[in-house]
């Protein structure tokens, strides 16, 4: 089992649609939770990051993680043809982030 | 101006050629890293670097060599390239190893023919 698992997609959404994401993780030692987003041909860039249990809203952005369930979310609301890109969902533990393989998003005008 | 960049930002060469990559960051940043992101776009960590330290070394066959003259730079060379090593290779920095946030490079695109 990978340690973090992600349905690659891809995802194709009209634009003002929510986006629902997740993601799954193995190992117990992740404590931090981060979302990094990826457009095509470029490198990955922090979009959100949580600590705890529960929701973190930022924007149209909010982030969810149940520990308990090692479960992970990423909500976009009314979705933009500019949030077209892959999610990467990315624990961290023990000094290193281990990434998903991306949800790949497609918002179409 | 460009937090991190790499050169080069394309490479097409031969198997068994030896290649190098190199990365820079001008945010002032401790740790440096090396990722590896190959056709399925799966991104996992190669190598990390913290003041010129090696931290973490992954699974990774020891053709590849990260080098870090000093803490702005991380080099990373290949020797006998093979086609399997043909991925994007990003560069990545923080301000600690603990940090939550790591910034990119834009990607050195690497076709082993």
Known sequence: QKEVEQDPGPLSVPEGAIVSLNCTYSNSAFQYFMWYRQYSRKGPELLMYT???????DGRFTAQVD?????????????????SATYLCAPRGNNRLAFGKGNQ???IP | DTAVSQTPKYLVTQMGNDKSI?????????????YKQDSKKFLK?????NNKELIINETVPNRFSPKSPDKAHLNLHINS?????????????????????????????????
């Open chain 1, 51 to 57: 600590y705890s249990s529960g929701n973190k809203e």
């Open chain 1, 67 to 83: 520990k308990s369930s090692k479960y992970i979310s990423l909500f976009i609301r009314d979705s933009q043809p500019s949030d």
């Open chain 1, 105 to 107: 998003v497609v918002v």
């Open chain 2, 22 to 34: 190199k990365c820079e960051q001008n945010l002032g940043h401790d740790t440096m890293y090396w």
């Open chain 2, 45 to 49: 960590i190669m190598f990390s670097y």
């Open chain 2, 81 to 113: 390239l093979e086609l399997g090593d043909s991925a994007v290779y990003f560069c990545a920095s923080s301000q600690t190893p603990l940090s939550d946030t790591q910034y990119f490079g834009p990607g050195t695109r690497l076709t082993v023919l």
